[in-house]
């Protein structure tokens, strides 16, 4: 299984960005997605994530209302949408997907500046 993550820029406070996550592997149905993100020094924070299924999708209080997951599975990726973005969400963006194990993207850095 093999993840891919990107997107991470650097951008102002106020825009948006969108990160994408090609996986190989694995198929959607068997594993919910999730992003992470982890700034330097701190532990790795849950994002969001979407079921399996793909009926249900949950997020962070902290990012409720400005971040969306969504899918393409003709593409094998999921993204994560990030609207209005502040200094606070400066960090390394990694995606997840959980099914029987866990598998890890590398990591994307989004930058925001003031």
């Not at 068997?30 to 330097?40: D, L």
């Not at 009926?55 to 094998?76: C, L, M």
């Not at 995606?95 to 993207?105: A, I, L, Q, T, V």
Request: hydrophobic content about 30%; overall charge neutral; proline content about 2%.
């Amino acid at each position: 299984v093999q993840l891919q993550a990107s997107g991470g820029e650097l951008v102002q406070a106020g825009d948006s960005l969108r990160l994408s996550c090609v996986y190989s592997g694995l198929a959607f149905t068997s594993a919910t997605v999730n992003w992470f993100r982890q700034a330097p020094g701190k532990e790795r924070e849950f994002v969001g994530g979407r079921h399996r299924s793909g009926s249900t999708t949950y997020y962070a209080d902290s990012v409720k209302g400005r971040f969306t997951i969504s899918r393409d599975t003709a593409e094998n990726t999921f993204y994560l949408q990030i609207n209005n973005l502040n200094p606070a969400d400066t960090d390394v963006y990694y995606c997840n997907m959980r099914g029987r194990n866990d598998h890890w993207g590398q990591g994307t850095q989004v930058t925001v500046s003031s």
